[in-house]
């Protein structure tokens, strides 16, 4: 999703009213930045949103009524362009799993600094995806633990795609690393998204790092150079 000329809207979702609060306040000190609503469960994240069509949800997994992964996956289904960025106390792997599967565009834990919080907020309000370090360390530790799998159908070509994606690269610098035409990378990733059976970039990341591609230094993980297909 581009950034348009005016601000960022964002609509917070936390159970917690202090820390929704806490939230709120570091978000109106950004510049470019506006927050237009506040929602204290899944369900009010889900009316919210589709209501006033925020470009950025700021969603944590556990609340009442309905849990934000599957908030999130309402939302998404609702408002396709509205980008949600997790973030929550929980780094298991199978919760990263499911939010990522159910279409966030980012995950951070709480207690990360208001400069990390400022630039996921924008990387997925353009569209990127992006994992906090700590998130990113597991997830790269758990593809590790095991060699490629379930990958069926892949061409050589295609499993080289899959594995940049994996390793949070953009269309373009792909491209540029493979040596091809990014229409040609675009024609690659769809037939990726094809034989995966997955409709999202977050979702053939999961796929790829679960069968252990994607290996680089643990780091904020995102894609740099464009809007995720």
Same mark, same amino acid.
């Given at each position: 999703?581009?950034?348009?000329?005016?601000?960022? $809207?964002?609509?917070?979702? &936390? &159970? @917690?009213?202090m820390? /929704?609060?806490?939230?709120?306040a570091?978000?109106?000190?950004l510049?470019?930045?506006?927050?237009?609503?506040q929602?204290?469960?899944?369900?009010?994240?889900?009316r919210?949103?589709? *209501?006033?069509?925020?470009?950025?949800?700021?969603?944590?997994?556990r609340?009442?009524?309905?849990?934000?992964?599957?908030?999130? /996956?309402?939302i998404?289904?609702a408002?396709?362009?509205?980008?949600v960025?997790?973030?929550?106390?929980?780094?298991? &792997?199978? %919760?990263? +799993?499911?939010? =990522?599967?159910? #279409?966030?565009r980012?995950? %951070?834990?709480?207690?990360?600094?208001? *400069?990390?919080i400022?630039?996921?907020? $924008?990387?997925? *309000?353009?569209?990127?995806?992006?994992?906090g370090r700590?998130?990113?360390?597991?997830?790269? #530790?758990?593809?590790? *633990?095991? !060699?490629?799998?379930?990958?069926?159908?892949?061409?050589? $070509?295609?499993?080289?795609v899959?594995?940049?994606?994996a390793?949070? =690269? #953009?269309?373009?610098?792909?491209?540029?690393?493979?040596?091809?035409a !990014?229409?040609?990378v675009?024609? @690659?990733? +769809?037939?990726?998204?094809?034989?995966?059976g997955?409709?999202?970039r977050?979702?053939?990341?999961?796929r790829?790092? &679960?069968?252990?591609?994607? $290996?680089v230094?643990?780091s904020?993980?995102? +894609?740099?150079?464009?809007?995720? /297909?």
């Amino acid at each position: 999703m581009a950034i348009g000329a005016g601000p960022i $809207r964002v609509l917070v979702a &936390d &159970d @917690h009213p202090m820390v /929704r609060g806490g939230l709120i306040a570091l978000l109106d000190t950004l510049e470019g930045v506006r927050v237009i609503g506040q929602a204290g469960t899944g369900r009010e994240a889900v009316r919210l949103a589709v *209501a006033h069509r925020p470009e950025v949800v700021v969603m944590d997994l556990r609340m009442p009524d309905l849990d934000g992964v599957e908030a999130t /996956r309402q939302i998404r289904t609702a408002v396709p362009q509205v980008a949600v960025l997790v973030l929550t106390m929980f780094d298991e &792997d199978a %919760l990263v +799993s499911r939010a =990522l599967a159910a #279409g966030a565009r980012g995950y %951070l834990l709480k207690g990360a600094e208001g *400069a990390e919080i400022e630039r996921a907020l $924008r990387a997925v *309000a353009a569209g990127e995806a992006i994992l906090g370090r700590q998130v990113a360390e597991r997830v790269l #530790g758990r593809a590790g *633990a095991e !060699p490629t799998a379930n990958l069926p159908g892949l061409t050589p $070509r295609e499993h080289e795609v899959l594995d940049l994606i994996a390793q949070g =690269l #953009g269309n373009a610098t792909i491209a540029a690393k493979l040596h091809l035409a !990014p229409k040609t990378v675009g024609n @690659h990733i +769809s037939a990726i998204f094809t034989k995966l059976g997955v409709a999202t970039r977050a979702e053939a990341i999961v796929r790829a790092r &679960d069968a252990g591609l994607g $290996r680089v230094e643990p780091s904020t993980l995102r +894609s740099n150079d464009g809007p995720l /297909r």
